[in-house]
C-alpha cells in the first residue's frame, strides 16, 4: 500500500495546458453535433417565422401592384379609412371581452369542477372539453346553422321562454356578439383545464392551515388560491389574448365580416385585402397592427413564464 | 370552542357540525349544477349538428317544429358525403399532410429539444427562449409574407405549399414542451449511459425517447390535432378542392354547392373532426397533458 | 483491475473558481478509497473528473498506468453508482444490468452469465424481470451496484451511494458494499459526506477541505494522529472538543491554562514535542470519548477538572453531557451510570495521553 500521509500542498496555480487536449475537442465536436440537431428548428424558426415577419414589414412598404417603393402610404391609406377603425375597434372589443368572460368562466368551472369528488372529475372533464377538441372552423360551421335567420335553433329556444327573435348574423351588434359568445364557447375549455391543473398543485396543507387560521372560503380563494395561481392566470390570459386577438377562422366562417365589414378583425381584413382582394401590401400593413400588441403581450408571457421557472428550480 | 363562534341560543357543537355539512352540500350543489349547466351549453353545438346530419333534405328545407328534434332519422346524409370523391380526396389530403407534418414535425422537435435541453452551446439559452417567442406569433400574421414565399416556392395550391409551412404552427410548441419533458430527465441518468458507453444518438433513442415517450404523445397528439385543424393557410394557399384539406374544403365547398344541403354539410363536418375527437377520447390524459404542459412544465 | 494516480488534479470553473486545487492521490490496485468531506469540498469533482464526466482543467489521471485525460467516459473502462442511483426507468432489472454490455455488443450468452451471477452475488436474482419503479430504496441500490459489477471494470465509482437510504438501511448497505468488494476486489473510489462510511469502508481514507486534500491516511491513523485541525474535528463523532489555552513551562512540567482557570498537566511522554510551543497561545484539543467522568480508571495521566453541565443526554449505553466554556461547544462521554445533572457542578477526568495541540496560525496538529 502507497501510505503515504503527507499532505498535498496545493500549487493553486492554474495553468491550463496548452495543447488543446480531445477532451476540449470532443466537447467541441458536442456542439458540433448539436448544432447540426437544432439545424431543422432554426430553419423554421428563421426561415418560416422570423423572415416572413421582417418581409411583412418591407411589404407593407410597397405600392399596390408592388413595383416601388411606397414609404408609408400604405398606413396613411388606413388610417384614413373608416373601415380600418371599425375593424381596430372591433378586434380589442372582440379580444378584450372574449378573454375576460373565457377566463372568469373558465376559473368558474375548474373550482366547480375541483370541487366535485375526485372520481366523477374525470367524466365531468372528458365533457366539458369537447368544445376545444373539435377543429374550430368545423364546429363555428355548426354555431352558423344554429344562428341561421330562417331557421334558428338558438332563437326557437329563446321563443319557447318568449324572448323576440333575434338577428344573430344580421345586425352588426348582434353579429359581433355571436362572435364572441362562439369564442368563449370554443375557448372556455381551456381556460378551465389550466386552472384546474393550477388548483391541482396548490398543496392542500395551505387549504388546512389556512382553515384552522380562521380563514373563510372566500379568504381561502382570495389569500391562497389566487396568489397561488396569479402566475399561471397572467399567462394563460395573455396567451389567449394573443390568440383570441389574432383569430380568424370565427370571423370567416360566420360573418365574412358582413354586415358592411363591420365585424372584421384585423386577420380577416388583412385576409379580404391581401389575398381576397389582392393587394399584398396593404394586407401585409393590416396584420402589422396586430404586432406591437402581441409583442407588448409576448414580453409579459416571457416575463412570467421565466419567474415561474425561476420559482420551480 | 366552536360553541361561542355559533349563534346565540344554537345548542353548541352539534348544530354546528350539522352547519358545516350542509354549507359542504350547497357548494357540491353549486358545483354539480354549474357543471351541468355547462355541459349542456358545451354539448348542445355538435349535438344540434348530429341532429341535423339525420335529417331528410326535406325535413331541413322545411324549417318548421322544433329544430332540436329529428322526425324520421336517415343516414342518407352521410352515404351522400363518402360517395363525394370531392370529400374523399379532402380526406386524403388531410391525412397526407398530417402524416406529414407530424413525422416532420416531431424529428424536428426531439432533435432540437434534445440538443437545447442537454447540449449546452452556445446561443443555446437564446433559441429556447426565441422556440417559446416563435410560439407566440400567430399564424394571421404571417399568412401574407408566407403567401409571397410560398408563391415564389412554387407551391401556391399545393398540399405541399401547406406541409411546408404547417410546422410553424406545430414545431415551436412540441419542441418547447419536450425541452421540458427531456429536462426533467434526471442528469444522472445520462450521465450513466455515457459510462455504460452510449453514444449520442444511442443516448437519445435508448433512454431519452423511451422514458420520456408520455410527452413524446402528448406532442405528436398536439401537432396532429393543430395540423387537423389548421384554417387560415389553405384558406390562403389552395384555391383548388383537388388541393383542399377538410377543413376548408367542408366550409368552402359543401357549402357553396348546395345552400340547402346542411344535412350533408353536418354530416361532412363531423366526420372531417371525428379523428381529433376519436384520439381525445382515447387519449385524454395525454392530450390534456399537452395542453397543460405549456405551462406547468415550461 | 487497475491503480488509479492522480497527479496535480485541478479543476476550475469559468470565472476563475476552483473546485479542486491540484491535488495528488495515489490508489492502489484492489484498493477500497474513500473521499470524504463537507458538501463543496471537491470530493464529488475529483470523482466525476476520474470518472470522464467533467473536464480537467490541469493535471493528469491515469488508470492502470494509461493517462486517460483525453479519454471520454466509455473508454475509461470504469462503472458507477449514482446517489440517485440513475436506474433506466423503461428497462426491467435485467436489462439495466445488462446494457452496458449490451451496447459494447457482449455475446448474449456472455452477458446472461455475466448478469445471473452478479444477481446472485447481490441477492436480487428474483428481481431481474421487475421495473426499477416496483423496488424498494435498498433493492435500486443493489441493481446500481450490478450494473457496475458485470462489467468487470477496472474501476468502481461510488457518489454518495447511501445517502438516499433511511439510517438502518444504511448501516446494512454499507456491510453488503463492504462483502462485495471483499469478493469481487475491484479498486473502488467512494465519496461520503458521512465519516462513519469513511472510517467503516475504507482501507484508507482521503480527507478533503476547499479543494485540497487534508489528509490520507488508514481509518485508525486518522482517528489518533490527525494532521490538521479539521481533520481532527471531521473525524469522530460527537467532535473533537478545541479549547483555547497557554502552554507555560514551569519547573521542567508543561501546564495548559484553560479558560475559567482549568490547569491540565502535559504528560512527559509529550513534552519534547511541545516544548518549542511554551509561553504561547494554542488550540487544545480532546476528544469526548477521553473526557470522561472521574471514576478509578488504568488510562495514564487523567488530569481532573470540575465543569458544569448545560445539557444531559442519557443514550443508554453511555451519556452525553455538554458544556459551554467561554462560548465553546466541549462535550463529553460519560458512564450511563454517573449520577450527572444539568446545571450541577460535574468532575471528569482528561485523559492527557490522548490530548492534541494544535498550532492557531497553521491550523496544523503539533
Known sequence: MAADGSLAVSDASGVSRGSANTMQRFARRRSTIAFVMTLPLLVVIVGLVAYPAVYAIYLSTLNRRMTEFAGLLNFELLFESDTFWNVAFQSCFFAITAVLLKASIGFWLAHMLHHIPNKGQRKWRGMLLVPWVIPPALSTLGWWWMFDPSYSSINWLLAVISVPEVPWLGHHWWARIAIIMVNVWIGTPFFMIMYLAALKSVPEQLYEAAAIDGASSWQRLRYVTLPMMANIISITVLFSLIVTFANYDIVRVLTNGGPRDLTHVFASYAFQVGILSGNIPRGAAVSLFMFPILAICAFFVLRSVTRRNKEQM | ?298 | MAEVSLRKIIKAYEGGVQAVKGIDLEIDDHEFVVLVGPSGCGKSTTLRMIAGLEEITGGDIAIGGTIVNDIPPRDRDIAMVFQNYALYPHMSVYENMAFGLTLRKFPKAEIDKRVKNAAEILDITPLLERKPKALSGGQRQRVAMGRAIVRNPKVFLFDEPLSNLDAKLRVQMRTEIKKVHQRVKTTTIYVTHDQVEAMTLADRVVVMNHGIIEQVGPPQELYHSPATKFVAGFIGSPAMNFFPARLEEASGALRLHLPQDIVLEVPEARAARYRSYAGKQVLFGIRPEHLTDDKPTDKTNPAPLTLTPEVIEPMGMETLAHFKIDGAEISARLDPETPARAGEPLRLIAHMDQMHLIDPTTDKVI
Request: glycine residues 6%; proline residues 7%; contains cysteine.
Open chain 2, 1 to 298: 370552542m366552536s360553541a361561542t363562534a355559533a349563534e346565540p341560543g344554537a345548542p353548541g357543537i352539534y348544530h354546528k357540525a350539522g352547519s358545516l355539512s350542509r354549507e359542504r352540500r350547497w357548494a357540491l350543489w353549486t358545483a354539480y349544477a354549474s357543471l351541468t349547466v355547462a355541459a349542456i351549453i358545451f354539448l348542445a353545438p355538435p349535438f344540434y349538428m348530429l341532429i341535423t346530419s339525420f335529417k331528410t333534405s326535406a325535413e331541413v328545407a322545411g324549417m318548421t317544429g322544433n329544430p332540436w328534434l329529428v322526425r324520421d332519422p336517415t343516414l342518407e346524409n352521410y352515404w351522400a358525403i363518402l360517395a363525394n370523391p370531392m370529400f374523399a380526396r379532402f380526406m386524403l389530403n388531410s391525412i397526407i399532410i398530417t402524416a406529414c407534418v407530424v413525422a416532420l414535425t416531431m424529428v424536428i422537435s426531439i432533435l432540437a429539444a434534445f440538443a437545447l435541453a442537454r447540449m449546452r452551446f452556445f446561443g443555446s439559452q437564446v433559441l429556447a427562449t426565441g422556440v417559446f417567442l416563435t410560439y407566440l406569433v400567430p399564424d394571421t400574421l404571417l399568412f401574407i409574407p408566407l403567401y409571397q414565399i410560398v408563391g415564389g416556392l412554387g407551391l401556391l395550391n399545393s398540399i405541399w405549399g401547406l406541409i411546408l409551412v404547417y410546422p410553424t404552427l406545430t414545431v415551436p410548441f412540441c419542441t418547447w414542451i419536450m425541452i421540458g419533458y427531456f429536462a426533467s430527465i434526471p442528469k444522472e441518468l445520462d450521465e450513466a449511459a455515457l459510462i455504460d458507453g452510449a453514444t449520442w444518438p444511442q443516448m437519445l433513442l435508448k433512454i431519452f425517447i423511451p422514458v420520456a415517450l408520455p410527452g413524446i404523445i402528448a406532442a405528436t397528439i398536439f401537432a396532429f390535432t393543430v395540423s387537423w385543424a389548421a384554417f387560415v393557410y389553405p384558406t390562403a394557399f389552395v384555391t383548388t378542392p383537388d388541393q383542399m384539406p377538410l377543413t376548408i374544403g367542408v366550409v368552402s365547398q359543401l357549402v357553396r354547392a348546395d345552400t340547402f344541403a346542411w344535412g350533408q354539410i353536418m354530416a361532412g363536418a363531423l366526420m372531417a373532426a371525428l379523428p381529433p375527437v376519436i384520439i381525445y377520447a382515447f387519449l385524454m390524459d395525454y392530450y390534456i397533458a399537452g395542453l397543460t404542459a405549456g405551462a406547468t412544465k415550461g
